[in-house]
């Protein structure tokens, strides 16, 4: 099993920045991908971004342009460089880790963490 820990989030003014950072430690191997994904009251948890292992990117189309999601593969660690924030971007952030162990894989979670953009 990962664990996954995430820091970064807080209140912030609309069109400020936030960073978000989520390291992983303990079973740590053949990670697939990690991402971050928010989920608001009432609504289904949706995807932001995700970063493959081979480095390549995918991400929601309403960040496009101002969310970057990056990996240091040392440090076990992802980010997401929240540029741009808009009042919709508020929400509570949850990283995640795809992985495989033998046959099996899994995903685990974060614990979230809030992000609220003020208008």
């Known amino acids: 099993q990962v664990q996954l820990v995430e820091s970064g989030g807080g209140l912030v003014q609309a069109g400020g920045s936030l960073r978000l950072s989520c390291a992983a430690s303990?079973?740590?191997?053949?990670?697939?991908?990690m991402g971050w994904f928010r989920q608001t009251p009432g609504k289904q948890r949706e995807l932001v971004a995700v970063v493959i292992s081979d480095g390549s990117t995918n991400y929601a189309d309403s960040v496009k342009g101002r969310f970057t999601i990056s990996r240091d593969n040392a440090k076990n660690t992802v980010y997401l460089q929240m540029n741009s924030l808009k009042p919709e971007d508020t929400s509570v952030y949850y990283c995640n880790v795809d992985y495989c162990s033998g046959l099996t894989c899994f995903r685990d979670w974060g614990q979230g963490t809030q992000v609220t953009v003020s208008s």
């Open positions: 303990g079973s740590i191997f053949n990670i697939n991908a």
